[in-house]
Structures are given as C-alpha cells and as structure tokens.
C-alpha cells in the first residue's frame, strides 16, 4: 500500500508565507497525480492543487491561484506547497492526495494523507 505523510502545517500571521511536504512511501509501481486538498470546519474539502507526475502539468483551486505554487522532488515522491499571502480563510486542515499504482497491473488507487493544520491569524 501507498502511504502519505505530510509535514510543515503551522500558526503563521496573515501575509505569510508557509510550505508544507509530503512523502509517498510503501508499495509504489508508479504515481500519477500527486496533490493537495483542504477542509475547514464545517466545509467541504476542496481542491487546493494537483501535479500530473508524467507531464509536470498543475491545477489550482481559484482561490489560491496565484498564491499557492505546487511543486515534486526529482524522484517524484515528494510534493511540495508553497503557500504565499496568506489569509485567515486559508486555515484548514491540509490533505495530501495521490493517484498511484502499487504494483504493475493494479489501480491506479486514491490515497489519502492524515493531515496536516494550518491557521493563518489576522
């Protein structure tokens, strides 16, 4: 199985700036879409941005383009979220997301980190 687990998530002041990681461990044959959602209480969880691994193309949720930059370590298992201007609606919980294949023939599967915060104060 594919294991996610995210790091970085803090208190930051409105106007700051902030990156949180994510490593995908475990049974990897290959990952497709590496990303980044949130939920804040009492919303839905939203798309915050994704990376396609084979093309290095990127998605961002509207409300952060502009902002937020997504980006992967050379190996690929690795995603990153540079959070810039931030804004007190920008506080959630922070889920990594990948679609990956742990073996050859199987999948791709949906798999989900644990979470990490971020509160952004005004």
């Known amino acids: 199985q594919v294991q996610l687990v995210e790091s970085g998530g803090a208190l930051v002041q409105a106007g700051g700036s902030l990156r949180v990681s994510c490593a995908a461990s475990?049974?990897?044959?290959?990952?497709?879409?590496l990303g980044w959602y949130r939920q804040a209480p009492g919303k839905q969880r939203e798309l915050v941005a994704t990376i396609t691994t084979s093309s290095g193309s990127t998605d961002y949720g509207d409300s952060v383009k502009g902002r937020f930059a997504i980006s992967r370590d050379n190996a690929g298992n690795t995603v990153y979220l540079q959070m810039n201007s931030l804004k007190p609606e920008d506080t959630a919980v922070y889920y990594c997301?990948?679609?990956?294949?742990?073996?050859?023939?199987?999948?791709?599967?949906?798999?989900w980190g644990q979470g990490t915060q971020v509160t952004v104060s005004s």
């Open positions: 475990g049974r990897i044959f290959r990952i497709n879409v």
């Open positions: 997301y990948t679609v990956a294949q742990p073996t050859v023939g199987s999948g791709p599967y949906d798999y």
